[in-house]
C-alpha cells in the first residue's frame, strides 16, 4: 500500500510549542491569506471548523469546487480519501489534512490487494466503488460514485453489465434493491451508520410522531425501511430545510445539524440513537481529529500533507472522471461565514 501521508520533518511547529493566547481563528486567516489556501469542511466536521471553511460540502463535490479556484493550498477538513480526491483532482495544488489519522472504516475495510482478488473472482463485472475508498482502490476500479449520484449512474449502464460494488455493503443493498440489479457486494460498513439501533429510533418515533426521518444510505437496512427520505448529505439537507413539519430525525453524522439549525432555526432536529437510547454513536471518531489547533498547524507547516505518484493518481482520475462525465455537478455550499 502506497503511503500519501507526507509529514513536516524536524522544523514542523507542534502543537505544545504553540503560544496558548495566540488567536487561532485569526491565525488561520492570516495564513489563508498568505498561502493563497482554500479551507474545505465537510458537513460532518465540528461546527467550529465548518463556520471558518470557504466552502461546506459532500466530499467529491469540495474537491471539484476546490479544481475550479485558483488556490495554491487546500486545507481539507475532512477524512484522508477525501483530501486524497482534492490531490487526484488538483495535482498542482498543495494539499493538507489537519490529523493524519483521519481516516474511514469503509476506507480501512477494503485493503487494495483485497479489493483487487475479489476483483479477479468476478472477471465479467464492472466494478462501481463508493468514494469513500482509498486513491488505490480507485486506481483498480472502473466507476466512482457517491451516495447521490451512484442510482442514476448504474440505471446508465446495461441491463446486462454485471456489477461490483463496494465498500459499503448497506449501501449496495439499497441501490441493488432499488434499480433491482444483481450485484457482488463488499462487505464493508460505516462505523457511525451501522451504530443506529431500529428498537431506539421506533421509541423516539413514538415520542415524536410528526416528526420526519432523514437517513443516509449507508444505514442497514432496518433503519431504512423508517425513512421518510433516503439520501446523501445534501439531499437531507434540504430535505429537513424545506419540506413540512418542524421536527426531524437524522440518521447520518449528527454534526451535520449545524448546518440544519443555521439554515432553519424555527426546526428541531433530533439525531437518531443509538443502542442504549443516546446519540453518542452518530459522532465519527475520523472526523473529530479534525480541531482548529491541528488546522492551524497544518496550513503553517505544509503538513501532514498528501502526496502521490503520478502513476497512481492517473489511474485514480480515470473512474473519477468516469463518475463526473455520468453526473451533473453539484456545487458545495459557500461558507455563511467566509
Not at 151 to 174: C, M, T
Not at 181 to 207: D, N
Not at 216 to 239: N, Q
Request: glycine fraction near 4%.
Amino acid at each position: 500500500m502506497i503511503e500519501t501521508i507526507v509529514d513536516a520533518g524536524s522544523k514542523a511547529q507542534t502543537a505544545e510549542a504553540l503560544d496558548p493566547f495566540i488567536n487561532i481563528e485569526e491565525e488561520i486567516d492570516r495564513l489563508r491569506r498568505e498561502k493563497n489556501a482554500v479551507i474545505l469542511a465537510h458537513y460532518y466536521q465540528p461546527p467550529e471548523i465548518q463556520d471558518i471553511a470557504d466552502f461546506i460540502g459532500d466530499s467529491l463535490d469540495l474537491s471539484r469546487k476546490a479544481a475550479e479556484t485558483d488556490a495554491d493550498m487546500i486545507a481539507f477538513c475532512g477524512v484522508k480519501f477525501m483530501a486524497e480526491c482534492a490531490k487526484i483532482l488538483s495535482p498542482e495544488k498543495t494539499v493538507v489534512l489537519p490529523d493524519r489519522d483521519a481516516g474511514c472504516s469503509l476506507e480501512d475495510s477494503c485493503k487494495p490487494d483485497d479489493f483487487r482478488k475479489f476483483r479477479e473472482k468476478f472477471p465479467d463485472h464492472m466494478a462501481l466503488s463508493y468514494v469513500n475508498c482509498s486513491a488505490e482502490v480507485k486506481a483498480l476500479s472502473d466507476i466512482i460514485v457517491t451516495s447521490s449520484n451512484a442510482q442514476s449512474i448504474i440505471e446508465q449502464l446495461p441491463a446486462n453489465q454485471k456489477i461490483i460494488f463496494g465498500p459499503d455493503r448497506h449501501l449496495g443493498a439499497y441501490l441493488a434493491k432499488e434499480t433491482g440489479r444483481e450485484m457482488e457486494i463488499w462487505p464493508g460498513t460505516c462505523i457511525v451508520h451501522e451504530q443506529f439501533s431500529e428498537r431506539e429510533l421506533v421509541k423516539l418515533m413514538v415520542r415524536h410522531p410528526e416528526a420526519a426521518l432523514a437517513a443516509h444510505p449507508e444505514c442497514p437496512e432496518s433503519i431504512l425501511k423508517h425513512a421518510d427520505l433516503v439520501g446523501s448529505t445534501r439531499a437531507i439537507l434540504d430535505f429537513v430545510t424545506t419540506a413540512p413539519g418542524k421536527e426531524f430525525i437524522i440518521a447520518t453524522e449528527q454534526q451535520i445539524i449545524h448546518q440544519m439549525e443555521l439554515a432553519a432555526p424555527d426546526r428541531t432536529f433530533m439525531a437518531a440513537p443509538g443502542a442504549d437510547g443516546t446519540c453518542n454513536c452518530a459522532n465519527c471518531p475520523y472526523m473529530a481529529l479534525n480541531d482548529m489547533e491541528k488546522l492551524y498547524l497544518a496550513m503553517l507547516n505544509e503538513a501532514p500533507r498528501i502526496e502521490m505518484p503520478e502513476d497512481l493518481r492517473v489511474a485514480a482520475l480515470a473512474p473519477l472522471q468516469k463518475m463526473l462525465d455520468l453526473s451533473p455537478a453539484s456545487p458545495a455550499k459557500k461558507s455563511v461565514a467566509a
